[in-house]
């Protein structure tokens, strides 16, 4: 089985940055994606940023520029750098692992909070 725990997630004021950071642990036979979702009150989970092992990138053309995912194969880490924030960020962040079976992990979610 994989866990993952998500931490960083905070209040902070609009135009503020945050660093959140997820490690993966357990059974692990092989990566091949990690990413970030965000699920805002009433609204539906929704692709923020994923990485793949090959390192190339996705993002939501919301948070292009201002958040950028990087990874530690090392340390089973993905990390999401987030910069420039403003209250429309405001959301439940989801840490996912997809592995080479394409089973599918997620996190227990950590609370960002942004201010106006």
């Known amino acids: 089985q994989v866990q993952l725990v998500e931490s960083g997630g905070g209040l902070v004021e609009a135009g503020g940055s945050l660093r959140l950071s997820c490690a993966a642990s357990g059974t692990i036979f092989s990566i091949s994606a990690m990413g970030w979702y965000r699920q805002a009150p009433g609204k539906q989970r929704e692709l923020v940023a994923t990485i793949i092992t090959g390192g190339s990138t996705r993002y939501a053309d919301s948070v292009k520029g201002r958040f950028t995912i990087s990874r530690d194969n090392a340390k089973n880490t993905v990390y999401l750098q987030m910069n420039s924030l403003k209250p429309e960020d405001t959301a439940v962040y989801y840490c996912?692992?997809?592995?080479?079976?394409?089973?599918?992990?997620w996190g227990q979610g950590t609370q960002v909070t942004v201010s106006s």
């Open positions: 996912n692992l997809v592995d080479s079976y394409r089973d599918v992990y």
